[in-house]
C-alpha cells in the first residue's frame, strides 16, 4: 500500500505550497463565490462575507485536496489506482478527481450510506470508480480500504490527515485573501469548521504567512470536540462518543498532522465550539434568508459567529464547506432548532385516575399559543388515565416559565424532560 506523506513526519506546510497546488488545480476546479451576507452584517456590526465550497462541482472544499493529493501521484501510482474510505464529502471528490484525471479507483463506504450519497460517488466517478459496501461503521470502511489497497499496491487517499490534502484543502484561504484583496479589503477574521482539522491546517497555514494579523476561530460541534481534547491532552486523543448530527465534522480523532499545525499556531487559532441546535438553526436560517443549501457541517462556521464577541466594523468570512445535505433530514433539523431556541419542550404528565383530567390539561394548563405535537400514551392500554409522553411547541420561547408555573399548580403531575439526560434520550429520541 502506498500513502500520501505521512502525518507523523511534521514537515510545515507553507503559503508557497498552498500557491502551487492553486496553480495545479484551477484549471479543472473554478473559484467558488465571496458572498457578501446583508443580514449577519446587520445582526453583527462586521462586514460579513460567505465563501461559498457549496457552489463546488461536488458541493464541497473535500474536492481540492483529493485532486491535488492524487494530481501528485507518479505515472507508476496512478496506474496503481487509488483507495479511499468515506460516506460523504471525501468520497465525491475523490470519485471526481478520478473520473477526471483517467484513474481507477475503489471507495469504501459503511453498509449503513444513503443510496442518494452513494448514487452521487458513483455518478462522480462513472466507469473509474467502483462503489464497496462494507461494515456497518465508517472505521470499518475504513479498515477494509487499507487492507485492500496494501493487497493491490494502491494508494490511499487520506480525507484530511496528510499533507497534500491540507495543502489542496488550504487553496480555499487562497481564493479568500485574493477575492479580498480585489475589493481592497484584509481579513480580520475567517471563521473556520472543524472536523479532522484539515481544512483547518491549510487555512491556518496560508494565513500565518500571507496574512499573519487575522485572527483564526475553528468551530467544532459541542459534541465532537476532538481538537479541543487534542490541544488540552498534547496530542490527539480519541473521544469516548460523538454526536454524529454534525456528519461532515463529527470526527472522534482529529489528525496527528493537523493537530500539529494548530499547536504551532496556538497564538491566532481561537477554538470554540458551536451546539448542534444552533447549528440548526443556522441551516434553516441560511436556506430561509440567503437561499443556501448548507449541511450541518457548512453551517458551523457561521454558528460559531454567535460564540465570539466581534468588533464592529470587522471584516469577517464564514467557510460554507458544503452543501451535501439529504432532504430527509429536514425533519431532525427543525426539532433540534426548535428545542435549541427554546420553542419545542417534552414532558412525562401523569394523569390522576379521575375522568376529565385531559380536558383540564388542555384549558388549565396549556397557553393560548401553545401546540400539541405529541401525545403518546405510555401504557397501550390505558388510554384516559396514567402517564403520557406530551410533546409541546410554544408560540414563543418567553411563555415557558407561565407554562411552568400553571403546571405546578395543577393537580396534573408534570415532568419537563430536560435535552441530554438518560430520561430525554430514552423517552424522546428513541
Given at each position: 500500500?502506498?500513502?500520501?506523506?505521512?502525518?507523523?513526519?511534521?514537515?510545515?506546510?507553507?503559503?508557497?505550497?498552498?500557491?502551487?497546488?492553486?496553480?495545479?488545480?484551477?484549471?479543472?476546479?473554478?473559484?467558488?463565490?465571496?458572498?457578501?451576507?446583508?443580514?449577519?452584517?446587520?445582526?453583527?456590526?462586521?462586514?460579513?462575507?460567505?465563501?461559498?465550497?457549496?457552489?463546488?462541482?461536488?458541493?464541497?472544499?473535500?474536492?481540492?485536496?483529493?485532486?491535488?493529493?492524487?494530481?501528485?501521484?507518479?505515472?507508476?501510482?496512478?496506474?496503481?489506482?487509488?483507495?479511499?474510505?468515506?460516506?460523504?464529502?471525501?468520497?465525491?471528490g475523490v470519485a471526481y478527481a478520478c473520473r477526471t484525471m483517467g484513474i481507477q479507483g475503489k471507495i469504501f463506504v459503511p453498509n449503513k450510506t444513503p443510496k442518494q450519497k452513494r448514487d452521487r460517488i458513483a455518478v462522480h466517478g462513472g466507469p473509474n470508480v467502483e462503489v464497496v459496501l462494507v461494515g456497518a461503521t465508517f472505521d470499518?470502511?475504513?479498515?477494509?480500504?487499507?487492507?485492500?489497497?496494501?493487497?493491490?499496491?494502491?494508494?490511499?487517499?487520506?480525507?484530511?490527515?496528510?499533507?497534500?490534502?491540507?495543502?489542496?484543502?488550504?487553496?480555499?484561504?487562497?481564493?479568500?485573501?485574493?477575492?479580498?484583496?480585489?475589493?481592497?479589503?484584509?481579513?480580520?477574521?475567517?471563521?473556520?469548521?472543524?472536523?479532522?482539522?484539515?481544512?483547518?491546517?491549510?487555512?491556518?497555514?496560508?494565513?500565518?504567512?500571507?496574512?499573519?494579523?487575522?485572527?483564526?476561530?475553528?468551530?467544532?460541534?459541542?459534541?465532537?470536540?476532538?481538537?479541543?481534547?487534542?490541544?488540552?491532552?498534547?496530542?490527539?486523543?480519541?473521544?469516548?462518543?460523538?454526536?454524529?448530527?454534525?456528519?461532515?465534522?463529527?470526527?472522534?480523532?482529529?489528525?496527528?498532522?493537523?493537530?500539529?499545525?494548530?499547536?504551532?499556531?496556538?497564538?491566532?487559532?481561537?477554538?470554540?465550539?458551536?451546539?448542534?441546535?444552533?447549528?440548526?438553526?443556522?441551516?434553516?436560517d441560511l436556506y430561509q434568508s440567503e437561499g443556501i443549501i448548507a449541511e450541518p457541517a457548512g453551517a458551523l462556521s457561521v454558528a460559531g459567529l454567535r460564540e465570539v464577541s466581534i468588533t464592529p466594523g470587522e471584516v469577517v468570512v464564514c467557510i460554507i464547506s458544503g452543501g451535501n445535505n439529504d432532504v430527509l433530514r429536514y425533519a431532525?433539523?427543525?426539532?433540534?432548532?426548535?428545542?435549541?431556541?427554546?420553542?419545542?419542550?417534552?414532558?412525562?404528565?401523569?394523569?390522576?385516575?379521575?375522568?376529565?383530567?385531559?380536558?383540564?390539561?388542555?384549558?388549565?394548563?396549556?397557553?393560548?399559543?401553545?401546540?400539541?405535537?405529541?401525545?403518546?400514551?405510555?401504557?397501550?392500554?390505558?388510554?384516559?388515565?396514567?402517564?403520557?409522553?406530551?410533546?409541546?411547541?410554544?408560540?414563543?420561547?418567553?411563555?415557558?416559565?407561565?407554562?411552568?408555573?400553571?403546571?405546578?399548580?395543577?393537580?396534573?403531575?408534570?415532568?419537563?424532560?430536560?435535552?441530554?439526560?438518560?430520561?430525554?434520550?430514552?423517552?424522546?429520541?428513541?
Amino acid at each position: 500500500m502506498t500513502t500520501q506523506q505521512s502525518p507523523h513526519t511534521f514537515v510545515p506546510v507553507r503559503a508557497s505550497d498552498i500557491q502551487m497546488a492553486q496553480a495545479r488545480i484551477s484549471s479543472v476546479i473554478a473559484p467558488t463565490p465571496l458572498q457578501y451576507c446583508p443580514r449577519l452584517s446587520e445582526e453583527t456590526g462586521a462586514e460579513v462575507y460567505l465563501k461559498r465550497e457549496d457552489l463546488q462541482d461536488v458541493r464541497s472544499y473535500k474536492i481540492r485536496g483529493a485532486y491535488y493529493a492524487i494530481s501528485n501521484l507518479t505515472e507508476e501510482e496512478k496506474a496503481a489506482g487509488v483507495v479511499a474510505a468515506s460516506a460523504g464529502n471525501h468520497a465525491q471528490g475523490v470519485a471526481y478527481a478520478c473520473r477526471t484525471m483517467g484513474i481507477q479507483g475503489k471507495i469504501f463506504v459503511p453498509n449503513k450510506t444513503p443510496k442518494q450519497k452513494r448514487d452521487r460517488i458513483a455518478v462522480h466517478g462513472g466507469p473509474n470508480v467502483e462503489v464497496v459496501l462494507v461494515g456497518a461503521t465508517f472505521d470499518e470502511a475504513s479498515a477494509a480500504a487499507r487492507a485492500d489497497a496494501a493487497e493491490r499496491g494502491a494508494t490511499l487517499i487520506e480525507p484530511f490527515d496528510a499533507r497534500d490534502t491540507v495543502i489542496g484543502q488550504g487553496t480555499v484561504a487562497a481564493e479568500i485573501v485574493s477575492q479580498l484583496t480585489s475589493l481592497g479589503k484584509s481579513m480580520d477574521s475567517v471563521f473556520v469548521p472543524v472536523g479532522g482539522g484539515g481544512l483547518l491546517g491549510g487555512v491556518l497555514s496560508y494565513v500565518a504567512d500571507m496574512a499573519p494579523r487575522t485572527a483564526v476561530i475553528g468551530v467544532e460541534p459541542a459534541g465532537a470536540k476532538s481538537l479541543a481534547a487534542a490541544l488540552d491532552n498534547g496530542g490527539p486523543i480519541t473521544l469516548g462518543s460523538v454526536d454524529t448530527f454534525v456528519d461532515g465534522a463529527s470526527v472522534a480523532r482529529t489528525g496527528d498532522l493537523n493537530y500539529r499545525i494548530a499547536e504551532a499556531n496556538q497564538g491566532r487559532l481561537h477554538l470554540v465550539a458551536a451546539d448542534e441546535g444552533a447549528v440548526a438553526t443556522e441551516m434553516l436560517d441560511l436556506y430561509q434568508s440567503e437561499g443556501i443549501i448548507a449541511e450541518p457541517a457548512g453551517a458551523l462556521s457561521v454558528a460559531g459567529l454567535r460564540e465570539v464577541s466581534i468588533t464592529p466594523g470587522e471584516v469577517v468570512v464564514c467557510i460554507i464547506s458544503g452543501g451535501n445535505n439529504d432532504v430527509l433530514r429536514y425533519a431532525e433539523i427543525m426539532e433540534r432548532s426548535l428545542v435549541y431556541r427554546g420553542l419545542k419542550h417534552y414532558f412525562l404528565v401523569n394523569f390522576p385516575q379521575e375522568p376529565g383530567q385531559l380536558l383540564s390539561f388542555l384549558t388549565d394548563i396549556l397557553g393560548p399559543d401553545d401546540d400539541i405535537t405529541l401525545f403518546d400514551y405510555l401504557k397501550r392500554n390505558n388510554r384516559e388515565t396514567g402517564a403520557a409522553l406530551v410533546g409541546l411547541e410554544l408560540g414563543r420561547a418567553s411563555d415557558f416559565d407561565a407554562l411552568i408555573g400553571r403546571m405546578n399548580a395543577s393537580r396534573i403531575d408534570c415532568r419537563h424532560l430536560e435535552p441530554g439526560t438518560p430520561e430525554y434520550e430514552y423517552l424522546v429520541t428513541n
